[in-house]
């Protein structure tokens, strides 16, 4: 037996000597199992012009982007606060965050792994928290990547993303760096939140108003500077979003997904998502069971669009 393997086997001796007595070796403790991540993207972007594909200006979509830099920097732009970022840092940026690049430096070449979670599940702990990549987490990416390429490792993938966020939610009561928002910047959170909370139903601006406790107009102008779309927009926005988790992820017809998420007829909820994606639902949801998973093409002049 080599010496780091016998210096293993003696760590394992010294864990096993200290396990208790069962009273009952029949009867475990049982524990919620946590949601898993679904629906793994994993791909590389090698310039600047990429990091921003395929529009220039800020996205905002549905799905979680784990961002590693392994070459390069840049900073991202994410909630109105400017995050740097270069190998050995990485970041989360979860659904709904508005985020762009900028300030890009030399040859880039950065990792991204987007993902879902089932419906209300938010990794909110890890907003705007920068996180140190040491070796042992990039072996851990390393390993997710070989799964993830590997058509015979089965929920591998899943199960090895999950372990590895695991270990990058802080402690409570940290906060996840969302306290230190800037005031736009937490205008913008409480405006998702706000609209969270009232799902399945698509809360107007007034009702937002109210519950923020300002007026619509107001509301309305400090949206607009803080974000730089109308907050008329952005809901919109957040409602075809979500109505395209839904279609990826749900079986549900698309008239009563298109009901959930405040369209006041099927014809009404077609249009305006061919307007915004250049596609029909019913072909989004094809395109996305047929195909790569990858977010769908939006249609010229929009910013929101799936993964990055």
């Known amino acids: 037996m080599t010496k780091s393997k016998a210096s293993i086997f003696t760590s394992l001796a010294k864990s096993v000597n200290k396990l208790p007595q069962p009273a009952n070796p029949l009867h475990g403790t049982r524990r919620a199992v946590p949601p898993l991540p679904e629906n793994i993207i994993c791909f590389q972007r090698r310039s600047g012009a990429e990091l921003n594909r395929p529009h220039q200006g800020r996205a905002l979509h549905h799905r979680h982007v784990l961002i590693v830099p392994l070459r390069g920097r840049a900073v991202v732009c994410a909630d109105d606060r400017r995050i740097p970022l270069g190998p050995g840092d990485g ?104 609209a969270q909370a009232r799902r399945p139903a698509a809360p107007t601006v007034r009702e937002l108003a109210a519950e923020l406790g300002m007026s619509p107009g107001h509301l309305r102008t400090r949206f607009l500077a803080s974000c730089g779309i109308s907050l008329g927009r952005h809901m919109r926005i957040l409602r075809l979003e979500r109505a395209c988790g839904l279609l990826r992820m749900s079986s549900a017809r698309i008239s009563e997904i298109g009901e959930q998420c405040g369209f006041a007829s099927p014809y009404s909820f077609s249009r305006s998502f061919r307007a915004h994606y250049g596609m029909s639902p019913k072909a989004y949801r094809k395109q996305s069971h047929d195909t790569d998973p990858a977010a769908p093409v939006e249609s010229k002049g929009t910013n929101a669009r799936g993964a990055r």
């Open 91 to 194: 970041l989360v940026i979860l659904p709904y965050q508005h985020h762009h690049y900028t300030q890009t430096r030399g040859r880039l070449h950065w990792l991204f792994i987007t993902f879902e979670y089932a419906q209300g599940v938010m990794l909110e702990p890890l907003r705007n928290l920068v996180f140190s990549v040491k070796a042992d987490m990039a072996a851990q990416l390393d390993d997710l990547l070989r799964a993830q390429r590997d058509p015979n490792d089965s929920g591998l993938p899943e199960l090895r993303l999950a372990l590895l966020l695991a270990r990058l939610a802080p402690p409570p009561g940290r906060g996840g760096g969302s306290g230190n928002a800037d005031p736009a910047g937490a205008l913008v959170l409480q405006v998702n939140h706000a």
